[in-house]
């Protein structure tokens, strides 16, 4: 069975500065992996994915994450942050077999201040 | 339909009472999927659904917690005499399978729970 750890519950940054959030993974096989993103008051969409190839994947606003398959990890970052980018952030991994569920982290509260 | 559609939108209820929340996925999604989101904590796997394989059951947290699957289509999620613990938000989900399509879920609005 597959698990995501992410670290830190909580990320304070300022507005323009960059962040990384942490994520890890845990999986006996070759996985997929995402990351979701949540805004207040809002369900849970797709940020960016990883399926296979390139190992730096892009996603929407701005946000990008690296495969990095010797440390099982799959970090999200941006470069510079914007005050709309305050969210809940989660990690998921599913194992590349087909119908395989989806495992999330618990999830990384970002919150960007003025 | 165009999105996930999940019903009630909230549901207030007494301590004992049973609840049924209803899941409509989007219109050829094979896997469906439910979770548990509580205040201020990550998603909780509860449930999957895929076509027509046995479901993966191993995140219900009791007995008193069920759920089903017609075909393709709708699911209910029942939860039998609730406990003040079970008030949460709870989350449907759906992704088009064989992968690579398997497991970009696209979420419905949720169904917030509130058991007093």
């Known amino acids: 069975a597959q698990s995501v750890t992410q670290l830190d519950s909580q990320v304070p940054v300022f507005e323009e500065a960059p962040v990384e959030l942490r994520c890890n993974y845990s999986?006996?096989?070759?996985?997929?992996l995402f990351w979701y993103v949540q805004y207040p008051n809002q369900g849970l969409q797709l940020l960016l994915k990883?399926?296979?190839?390139?190992?730096l994947v892009k996603g929407i606003n701005g946000f990008e994450a690296e495969f990095n398959k010797s440390q099982t990890s799959f970090h999200l970052r941006k470069p510079s942050v914007h005050i709309s980018d305050t969210a809940e952030y989660f990690c998921a991994v599913s194992n590349t077999g087909g119908g395989n569920k989806l495992t999330f982290g618990t999830g990384t509260q970002l919150k960007v201040e003025l | 339909g165009a999105g996930v559609s999940q019903s009630p939108s909230n549901k207030v209820t007494e301590k004992g009472k049973d609840v049924e929340l209803r899941c409509d996925p989007i219109?050829?999604?094979?896997?469906l999927y439910w979770y548990r989101q509580r205040l201020g904590q990550g998603l909780e796997f509860l449930i999957y659904?895929?076509?027509?394989?046995?479901?993966?059951k191993s995140g219900l947290p009791s007995d008193r917690f069920s759920a089903e699957r017609t075909g393709e289509s709708v699911s209910t999620l029942t939860i039998q005499r609730t406990q003040q613990e079970d008030s949460a938000v709870y989350l449907c989900?759906?992704?088009?399978?064989?992968?690579?399509?398997?497991?970009?879920?696209?979420f419905g609005a949720g169904s917030r729970l509130t058991v007093l």
């Open positions: 659904f895929q076509g027509n394989s046995a479901p993966d």
């Open positions: 219109s050829g999604h094979t896997a």
């Open positions: 989900a759906s992704s088009l399978a064989p992968p690579p399509g398997a497991n970009v879920l696209t």
């Open positions: 990883y399926l296979s190839g390139s190992t």
């Open positions: 999986s006996s096989v070759s996985v997929y």
